[in-house]
């Protein structure tokens, strides 16, 4: 079978995924690496079924991937069959209050990352600056000094050249350090490897709903060293997300709500996309389905193939599943929690293409209520999917003490299933939307590793335009030079509006969708919600409080032209 790749997805597969000799020169083409993949990942059915057809099953999971139907996360594709055999993107990792702790941390991120893995971090127990630290009789330096060991440490681990390395870093918004947590990336030379979010809790939301101050309190002694207007800090986190789109916001108390095994401790971090919560040295495989794919056309036009939907996200959780065996995973203590609690993420990508294939606008109830019903099919199926497994090869190894057990649920096979990633990468060689995200722009440069570009422009346009027999090969090179169909008359006021792009979009809609997401997502969903470059800071004020309110489990905002390295851009202008 050979896959339907574009240009862009042949030009990244080549430089940091495919298979290479000593030179540097692929040896593999795309359908070799499915195959690699497809062959390693299936291999795992024999542990459970020395009787499966592994061929049969090993067919079914190339033929997803070479569709280009299901893609799992980066280091699968990278190195499932390979001698790293490293296949998981999220991990978090432990910082406890001690110099041993902390750089314990730094060598499991340098093992991390050269795996490429991302990692995330809650510096929350580590006392403040100026705090007296016994031993030494000397004074502590806080966590934001700290932070900048792991910055350059993640400097020097280029994971191969093929992935740059990620953190998140997290600190509790009653922290005594909290102003210089939340002003740190201000300066955007500082922590360049790093997002950092605050995590705030429901006493803080509720202080400033109240117009009231909260405790800071040091998490070495557990003591209250002083009091804030919640007001002020909120006021604080939006400034600086205004000027530099950090730091964003998690909502700590919210996702410890749907922690799946609270009694192995409370969730604190989470990747370095914020999607994906996870205990102390919890790792999660995440994939994504291609919603673009999953539109049938008729004489009417397209409609979702629910059956076709139905089966590949049943496929993508035994795939995924599959992989939390086949992997080989960089420390023990992150294996022993992986595998006992068996945590996947299946998410989606390509669903603006979807939208616009189905005729209806992103910033529209239509857009929202399909993006509930798509996403309420796939946590159905995935839990069914998930139970079945469990039949066939037991629940995970903690089911006994987790939140299913205590509800008299029936087993199940992960503790958690489904989790919407950004999927950037993924979604240039499935060549569509990525994550939940609308379209940036109908043509815009991608800024990739290592300084190179990617031009890319949106082929739907292309579909439309002859459908509806506007095409013509001016309106193309006008798109493709970086012009605003908005401005042209020969397009008709239905395209214009289902072709809506990210910065048409207001931020209000932006939230609404992914609360619509997060709805039906057991982990958290990663979305930017977009301004353009003129927006206030009310403007974000409000995304925040919406985000709060809607239910989602944070937030990121991006004021554009906020960075002086921006991954997209298109012409120059006040929305992109």
């Known amino acids: 079978m050979k896959t339907r790749l574009s240009p862009n997805a042949l030009n ?7 298979k290479k000799d000593a030179s540097g020169r692929p040896v593999e083409t795309p359908e070799e690496m499915f195959q690699r993949v497809a062959k390693n990942i299936a291999s795992v059915e024999n542990l459970y079924n020395k009787k499966t057809d592994i061929k049969h099953t090993e067919e079914d999971f190339y033929r997803m991937m070479a569709d280009l139907e299901f893609l799992p996360n980066s280091p699968t594709l990278m190195n499932a069959g390979r001698e790293l055999q490293q296949l998981c993107a999220c991990f978090v990792i432990p910082v406890k209050d001690s110099l041993e702790s902390i750089f314990e941390a730094v060598k499991d991120t340098a093992l991390i990352h050269q795996s490429g893995g991302g990692t995330g971090y809650s510096f929350s127990r580590l006392r403040p600056k100026n705090d007296r630290v016994c031993s030494t009789n000397g004074v502590a330096s806080g966590p934001v000094s700290f932070m900048k060991v792991f910055n350059t440490a993640t400097d020097v681990i280029k994971q191969g050249g093929a992935r740059r390395g990620a953190n998140m870093g997290i600190l509790r918004v009653d922290h005594p350090d909290i102003r210089d947590f939340i002003t740190i990336k201000n300066d955007t030379d500082e922590l360049t490897n790093f997002n950092i979010s605050v995590a705030v809790t429901e006493g803080f939301m509720k202080a400033l709903k109240d117009d009231s101050s909260y405790d800071l309190i040091n998490p070495h002694t557990g003591k209250v060293t002083g009091r804030e207007k919640a007001k002020n800090i909120f006021k604080l986190i939006v400034e600086s997300a205004w000027l530099s789109g950090e730091p964003g916001v998690i909502f700590l108390d919210r996702i410890n709500r749907d922690n799946p095994t609270p009694t192995l401790g409370e969730i604190e971090a989470t990747n370095p996309c914020g999607e994906q919560p996870l205990l102390p040295f919890e790792s999660c495989t995440l994939g994504s389905i291609n919603l673009s794919r999953m539109a049938i056309k008729d004489n009417e036009g397209y409609a979702i193939d629910w059956e076709r939907l139905k089966k590949t996200v049943a496929l993508g959780v035994r795939f995924l599943d599959n992989i939390i065996d086949a992997n080989r995973y960089p420390i023990k203590e992150i294996e022993d929690i992986s595998r006992a609690n068996r945590k996947i993420g299946l998410g989606v990508m390509g669903f603006a293409d979807l939208l616009i294939k189905l005729r209806i606008a992103y910033n529209c109830d239509d857009a929202l209520k399909l993006g509930e019903k798509i996403m309420s ?200």
């Open 12 to 18: 990244v597969l080549a430089r940091r995924y495919l």
């Open 377 to 576: 099919f796939i946590q159905k199926t995935a839990y069914e999917t998930s139970k079945r497994l469990a039949l066939e090869r037991g629940a995970f190894p903690n089911f006994k003490i987790s939140i299913f057990s205590e509800k008299g649920g029936k087993p199940i096979r992960n503790a958690t299933r489904t989790t919407i990633a950004p999927t950037g990468t993924l979604s240039i060689i499935a060549g569509c939307s990525s994550g939940i995200e609308p379209i940036y722009s109908l043509s815009y440069t991608r800024n990739i590793l290592n300084g190179r570009k990617l031009k890319e422009i949106n082929t739907l346009i292309k579909d439309v335009a002859e459908e509806d027999g506007f095409y013509s090969d001016d309106l193309m090179n006008f798109i493709a030079s970086g012009g605003d169909i908005k401005t042209r008359k020969d397009v008709p006021y239905d395209v214009k509006r289902i072709f809506v792009t990210a910065f048409d979009i207001s931020p209000e809609w932006h939230v609404k969708m992914q609360a619509a997401f997060q709805k039906h997502t057991d982990n958290a969903v990663s979305k930017t919600i977009n301004f353009p470059h003129d927006a206030a800071k009310n403007d974000v004020k409000k995304a925040f409080l919406l985000a709060y309110k809607l239910g989602c489990k944070g937030i990121t905002v991006y004021r554009s032209r906020s960075r002086k390295n921006q991954v997209l851009s298109c012409k120059d202008s006040l929305y992109c």
